[in-house]
């Protein structure tokens, strides 16, 4: 199993990856180089995911079986960062986290918990890359969505 991780070595994409190293996959993780503590383990792939040209690169390194990504904030990116890949990524799984919950973190979470609403096309102006809580709802005033 080829596995690319974009993230990777940090909060949920640390447990993702040690996973899969466990099991024996051949791991590559895509991030900007800040932090690596897999380097022996993983085939370390540094790179920008807002730059096209780093995008190109990565997918140029490919194919795998899976692609994870974990740390996409904006969904404009995380859109061109799927379609960059789609070509050499048998899947692609986008996690996101308890930022998407209208209410993180000042009110307790469920299964029930209402989420931001937020439109497919938004750009980078549309909430803010952060780890800290509701960036969108912080920034914005956006009426509640009740669809789910």
Not at 80 to 107: C, H, I, K, N, Q
């Amino acid at each position: 199993m080829r596995l690319l991780v974009l993230g990777g070595t940090w909060f949920v994409g640390h447990a993702i990856v040690t996973a899969a190293i466990d099991a024996g996959w051949e791991v590559t993780t895509f991030n900007r180089g800040t932090s690596d503590p897999f380097l022996e383990a993983v085939q370390p792939i540094r790179g920008d995911r807002t730059r096209p040209k780093d995008l190109a690169a990565l997918a140029a390194a490919g194919p795998w079986d899976a692609v994870v990504d974990t740390s996409g904030y904006v969904p404009t990116n995380t859109l061109a960062v799927a379609r960059a890949l789609a070509p050499v990524a048998g899947r692609y799984v986008f996690m996101s986290t308890v930022s998407v919950y209208r209410d993180w973190p000042v009110e307790p979470l469920s299964e029930r918990s209402e989420v931001l609403y937020c439109p497919p096309d938004a750009g980078p102006d549309y909430g803010t890359d952060t780890e800290d809580g509701s960036s969108i709802a912080a920034r914005f005033s956006i009426p509640r969505n009740n669809s789910s």
